[in-house]
């Protein structure tokens, strides 16, 4: 997706450090000729959210994973033969964790 940031009114806009403490508003557009491949156009639209102005990348990133559809039916596959199976994270310095996948909806 690529990202646009919403532009205020000028009369709306913030100076100073105040620039810092309200939400920006981001719009994500799918990338067309990715959309077409897996999905009829109107499945899949931009999305609009609002993120705090020093979001880090890896959260915009995390997010936009949790909130879009999968649209490529080899990873809507993928992920539902993952249900039942064993798996490891490591999050930062942490030791591995396990885990079962229950569901995925």
Request: hydrophobic share 45%.
């Amino acid at each position: 997706f690529p990202i646009h940031i919403v532009p205020k009114l000028e009369a709306q806009s913030a100076s100073g450090l105040q620039c810092l403490l309200e939400p920006l508003t981001i719009e994500l557009e799918p990338i067309q000729d990715q959309v077409l491949k897996f999905a009829r156009p109107a499945q899949v639209s931009s999305i609009r959210i609002k993120v705090e102005p020093l979001v880090r990348v890896a959260a915009l990133d995390a997010l936009v994973r949790m909130t879009t559809p999968i649209v490529d039916p080899a990873l809507l596959e993928w992920c539902i033969r993952m249900v039942g199976r064993s798996v490891e994270w490591q999050l930062h310095e942490q030791p591995p964790q396990r885990g079962k996948v229950i569901r995925f909806t």
